[in-house]
């Protein structure tokens, strides 16, 4: 009987890193990430963040060891969040909200930055995903209660991609 060792490394360990993630559907996110901004956060949008979250750590099933060599760091995504928190301290109403859109709208270059600089180094990495589900997001707000669900969607895809092993 021939033993499958195109997941063991050299110490015989097994290692999922070398394994393929599975293409990702976003189809559920496109038909829907406008109304989780807008109007309501819903089961699909938990689900969401639960795949996108695994998605991110590149690893071909939930039970991988380690993260694929396309993941996104949680240092990587905590450099964008903190200034999503950053701004969210500063905007507590509608009135805020108003006052401080310039700070919203300029996230987007700051993630597009952040993308540039991971693969500047990285030739593929799952930032690029990153950055178009954040800026689809960032586009469909309209006011203060959008931003504030945005920042929760963010939030929950940072949980999951720690709960799943997210690299630092």
């Given at each position: 009987?021939?033993?499958?060792?195109?997941?063991?490394?050299?110490?015989?360990?097994?290692d999922?890193?070398?394994?393929?993630?599975?293409?990702?559907?976003?189809?559920?996110?496109?038909?829907?990430?406008?109304?989780?901004?807008?109007?309501?956060?819903?089961?699909?949008?938990?689900?969401?963040?639960?795949?996108?979250?695994?998605?991110?750590?590149?690893?071909?099933?939930?039970?991988?060891?380690?993260?694929?060599?396309?993941?996104?760091t949680?240092?990587?995504?905590?450099?964008?969040?903190?200034?999503?928190?950053?701004?969210?301290?500063k905007?507590?109403?509608?009135?805020?909200?108003?006052?401080?859109?310039?700070?919203?709208?300029?996230?987007?270059?700051?993630?597009?930055?952040s993308?540039?600089?991971?693969?500047?180094?990285?030739?593929?990495?799952?930032?690029?995903?990153?950055?178009?589900?954040?800026?689809?997001?960032?586009l469909?707000?309209?006011?203060?209660?959008?931003?504030?669900?945005?920042?929760?969607?963010?939030?929950?895809?940072?949980?999951?991609?720690?709960?799943?092993?997210?690299?630092?």
């Amino acid at each position: 009987m021939a033993h499958d060792n195109k997941n063991k490394n050299r110490g015989g360990r097994n290692d999922n890193r070398s394994n393929e993630a599975k293409p990702f559907d976003f189809s559920i996110f496109k038909e829907k990430y406008k109304k989780w901004i807008q109007e309501e956060i819903d089961d699909d949008c938990i689900n969401f963040m639960d795949k996108f979250g695994l998605f991110l750590c590149d690893k071909s099933d939930k039970n991988a060891s380690f993260p694929g060599f396309k993941a996104v760091t949680t240092s990587q995504m905590r450099n964008i969040f903190s200034e999503v928190k950053r701004i969210e301290v500063k905007v507590i109403d509608q009135e805020q909200y108003d006052k401080n859109r310039s700070y919203i709208l300029l996230l987007r270059p700051k993630i597009a930055y952040s993308t540039a600089r991971v693969l500047a180094s990285k030739r593929d990495s799952r930032m690029i995903e990153l950055r178009e589900v954040l800026e689809k997001c960032l586009l469909a707000i309209e006011n203060y209660q959008q931003f504030k669900r945005f920042s929760q969607i963010f939030e929950g895809i940072i949980a999951y991609h720690k709960v799943y092993g997210g690299k630092d």
